[in-house]
């Protein structure tokens, strides 16, 4: 019989544990009891179609949104219940990339800074420079790659031990993109960090994670290991394979 100990350590084995996770829009049913769990130091995609539930998925782990029922962990805590000291460990990048656009480049880092204990100043700075911008521009008049870049290296000054990013390929050309999935690879190698991220550029996903997740509406359709999955399907992309279980999107 399974101790108490062993419970508690099969759930701290896991950075994301979501159980029975049941959630409705007015009557619309968006999951109904979702179970999935992320290991430290992997890097999940979370595929779907528009309207399956992949930015309420990223509300609920941040805590944004109460599921009707079941419970989300994150580093072992109930998300209704998280600390500070572990809400200090997850770095979020919603779609849209960034906030406080009226600072410039050298302000937005003064003023996130004040925030997080573990700041490396160096790693927001090595990615600014490679953008060719003065550092006294203003956020708001970059350009949408500039933008995803400077609020890629807020996070990475973070140095937070999980990253969420919602559609970060949004708007980005392919060349933006390119950098943007490089720096990813780098930091996921870095050390035990864990990605949790969606994106409907698939090929992007394709070059970066390690597990893979697809959801139709209501439920999850596959979760496994990315390699596993092009294994059971040579020839094909993952793009094709999303297509063949969902139909065309």
């Known amino acids: 019989m399974p101790t108490f100990a062993n419970s508690i350590q099969k759930i701290m084995s896991f950075v994301i544990q979501c159980q029975n996770i049941t959630h409705y829009y007015g009557n619309r049913l968006i999951y109904k009891d979702l179970n999935f769990e992320v290991q430290e130091g992997k890097v999940l995609g979370l595929l779907g179609k528009n309207g399956t539930g992949k930015t309420t998925i990223i509300n609920i782990l941040n805590g944004y949104l109460k599921p009707q029922s079941g419970i989300c962990r994150v580093f072992g805590e109930a998300m209704d219940e998280i600390s500070p000291q572990t809400k200090g460990r997850i770095g979020l990048l919603l779609e849209g990339h960034i906030q406080h656009s009226y600072f410039n480049v050298l302000q937005i880092e003064r003023y996130y800074s004040r925030f997080f204990p573990k700041w490396k ?129």
């Open 121 to 249: 100043r160096d790693a927001y700075f090595d990615l600014i420079g490679k953008l060719k911008i003065s550092q006294t521009q203003k956020i708001s008049t970059m350009s949408c790659g500039q933008r995803s870049q400077v609020a890629l290296g807020l996070l990475f000054a973070q140095d937070p031990d999980l990253l969420i990013l919602d559609d970060f390929s949004m708007g980005l050309d392919p060349g933006y993109r390119r950098l943007f999935v490089e720096y990813l690879k780098e930091y996921a190698a870095s050390g035990s960090k864990t990605i949790f991220l969606t994106s409907h550029i698939i090929q992007d996903m394709e070059m970066l994670i390690d597990d893979c997740m697809m959801l139709d509406y209501g439920k999850i359709l596959l979760h496994e290991p990315t390699q596993t999955l092009m294994q059971r399907y040579p020839g094909k992309t993952l793009e094709d394979i999303f297509i063949d279980l969902t139909g065309k999107y």
